[in-house]
């Protein structure tokens, strides 16, 4: 099984800051992946690579960006945080073979006033 | 588009057995995984299908069918720490395609 850290784990922030969130994994996983969840509701992927230098959209729109400069890293931004995301941002990440098998780092909770 | 239906909510008594059914329309097919999920924390990955049939490990199961697209979670001699979220997710598209489409999660209590 993956180790996947994500920090920090809680983020309190003012509308308008600038926040990024760190996702890294220790096993040599080519792909990651970042959802957003909001309580009680299902995982919507946001974004996602398959490997150094290659970044998508995922099927829920987000106003963030992500970069893949390292295999383990795959940190998330946001350039100006609203209220509205406020949310829970979940990181994971998945072997370079066999069936896709997914697993999820700790989250964080953001909230944004 | 990926559709994944599952019910929203079952509630149970210790020691008894649940089971949870998930149907999906999903372009393509490349598996079906299930994900415990406790309030507050991340998914944890429980079960993978990808041929028909059932697939037993320990007291949970999951069951698919293709043909069908429907898939099940048996939850047998069910614990208190049972009580959780559970995901049903689809590896739909193309073979190299390797994002999932999940849904809504199923919310078990298990209760005394």
């Known amino acids: 099984e993956a180790d996947i850290y994500q920090t920090p784990r809680y983020l309190v922030i003012g509308t308008g800051k600038k926040i990024t969130l760190e996702c890294s994994q220790t096993?040599?996983?080519?792909?990651m992946y970042w959802y957003q969840q909001d309580p009680g509701m299902e995982l919507h992927l946001i974004h996602y690579?398959?490997?150094?230098?290659?970044?998508e959209k995922g099927d829920l729109s987000s106003e963030s960006t992500v970069s893949r400069i390292r295999t383990e890293h795959f940190p998330l931004t946001l350039e100006s945080a609203r209220p509205s995301h406020t949310s829970q941002y979940l990181c994971a990440s998945s072997p370079r073979t066999g069936r896709g098998t997914q697993y999820f780092g700790p989250g964080t909770r953001l909230l944004v006033l | 588009g990926q559709n994944i239906d599952q019910p929203t909510e079952m509630t149970a008594t210790e020691g008894a057995i649940v089971q949870i059914n998930c149907t999906y329309q999903t372009s393509g097919f490349n598996g079906l995984f299930w994900y415990q999920q406790h309030a507050g924390e991340a998914p944890t990955f429980l079960s993978y299908n990808v041929l028909d049939g059932l697939e037993e490990k320990g007291r949970f199961s999951s069951f698919l069918s293709r043909s069908k697209g429907y898939s099940y979670l048996l939850l047998k001699e069910l614990q208190m720490k049972d009580s959780a979220s559970y995901l049903c997710?689809?590896?739909?598209?193309?073979?190299?395609?390797?994002?999932?489409?999940f849904g809504a999660g199923t919310t078990v209590t298990v209760r005394a």
């Open positions: 690579s398959y490997g150094v230098n290659s970044t």
């Open positions: 096993m040599g996983h080519d792909k």
């Open positions: 997710a689809v590896r739909g598209g193309a073979a190299n395609d390797y994002k999932l489409s």
